[in-house]
């Protein structure tokens, strides 16, 4: 008798886990675009499953009480407790984690020399360039060029005009040197590598890391003490800070000169 109630508790214990752990069936939602979620991972205590191309899942075993969770890359955690079953499909909706990208500087850095040597490709003929000389405004010519002038081979090497004459395409080319496009574009572009030349170790970042200088104070204290090619191919590292450092001080005094003047008058 013991064991025939002994074997209805059991049965009767089955019955009740069986009627309150149940299969659930859901779906993954973008809270925000209410798109599908693929590849979410939900769990209970009791089951593990992964939701598929349109979002949807099945756990097994989910009873009254169980927490459900749900992960996923890029989504915040969700978590729900299951009240009661239902029997039709369960929508849970997962709100996106908002991304805070830290601040990146970025700065362009050139390379002087590869831009040195891209702009002497590129403009080969016009660094090459070189105005006419006074020799160039002289044409030598052979002592039997007139063969048909027996006269002149008798008289050839008395006489310079026979020997050389006047290029005057060069002498007007010397007269105007200074004017010429290509004098004018040489000089352009050698000015730019100069400047690109200094810009290297006489940097804006330098010169602020060194000064605390800023925006137009900055720009106005570099075009200020912008040093010459020459001065800088002669200075170390240390001398190029030495130069900044004393050029700042300069720069200090003669602010403070400006305004007791501004104040004089």
Same mark, same amino acid.
């Given at each position: 008798?013991?064991?025939?109630?002994?074997?209805?508790?059991?049965?009767?214990?089955?019955?009740?886990?069986?009627?309150?752990?149940?299969?659930?069936?859901?779906?993954?939602?973008?809270?925000?675009?209410?798109?599908?979620?693929?590849?979410?991972?939900?769990?209970?205590?009791?089951?593990? +499953?992964?939701?598929?191309?349109?979002?949807?899942?099945?756990?097994?075993?989910?009873?009254?009480?169980?927490?459900?969770?749900?992960?996923?890359?890029?989504?915040?955690?969700?978590?729900?407790?299951?009240?009661?079953?239902?029997?039709?499909?369960?929508?849970?909706?997962?709100?996106?984690?908002?991304?805070?990208?830290?601040?990146?500087?970025?700065?362009?850095?050139?390379?002087?020399?590869?831009? +040195?040597?891209?702009?002497?490709?590129?403009?080969?003929?016009?660094?090459?360039?070189?105005?006419?000389?006074?020799?160039?405004?002289?044409?030598?010519?052979?002592?039997?060029?007139?063969?048909?002038?027996?006269?002149?081979?008798?008289?050839?090497?008395?006489?310079?005009?026979?020997?050389?004459?006047?290029?005057?395409?060069?002498?007007?080319?010397?007269?105007?040197?200074?004017?010429?496009?290509?004098?004018?574009?040489?000089?352009?572009?050698?000015?730019?590598?100069?400047?690109?030349?200094?810009?290297?170790?006489?940097?804006?970042?330098?010169?602020?890391?060194?000064?605390?200088?800023?925006?137009?104070?900055?720009?106005?204290?570099?075009?200020?003490?912008?040093?010459?090619?020459?001065?800088?191919?002669?200075? +170390?590292?240390?001398?190029?800070?030495?130069?900044?450092?004393? +050029?700042?001080?300069?720069?200090?005094?003669?602010?403070?000169?400006?305004?007791?003047?501004?104040?004089?008058?």
């Amino acid at each position: 008798m013991k064991t025939l109630k002994l074997t209805s508790t059991v049965i009767l214990m089955l019955l009740s886990i069986n009627l309150f752990a149940q299969r659930v069936k859901g779906i993954v939602i973008d809270k925000t675009t209410y798109l599908p979620v693929a590849n979410a991972f939900i769990n209970t205590p009791a089951s593990k +499953s992964i939701s598929n191309a349109e979002g949807k899942f099945l756990l097994a075993n989910v009873k009254p009480g169980d927490t459900l969770r749900i992960t996923s890359i890029g989504y915040k955690p969700f978590k729900l407790i299951v009240s009661f079953l239902k029997f039709d499909t369960l929508r849970c909706y997962i709100e996106p984690a908002a991304t805070v990208l830290s601040e990146v500087k970025i700065r362009a850095r050139r390379n002087a020399r590869a831009d +040195s040597l891209r702009n002497r490709k590129e403009f080969a003929s016009v660094f090459a360039y070189h105005s006419s000389t006074i020799k160039d405004a002289f044409i030598a010519r052979p002592a039997d060029l007139d063969f048909g002038k027996p006269g002149n081979h008798i008289n050839a090497d008395k006489s310079t005009a026979t020997i050389l004459s006047i290029n005057l395409l060069s002498v007007i080319d010397m007269l105007n040197k200074n004017k010429a496009p290509q004098s004018k574009l040489q000089k352009i572009l050698l000015k730019d590598e100069e400047d690109e030349y200094v810009d290297r170790f006489f940097s804006p970042e330098k010169v602020s890391s060194i000064t605390n200088l800023k925006g137009d104070s900055l720009q106005n204290f570099m075009n200020q003490y912008h040093p010459e090619i020459k001065k800088v191919k002669k200075m +170390s590292d240390y001398d190029m800070i030495s130069y900044i450092k004393k +050029s700042y001080a300069e720069y200090l005094k003669s602010g403070s000169r400006q305004t007791a003047l501004l104040f004089a008058k």
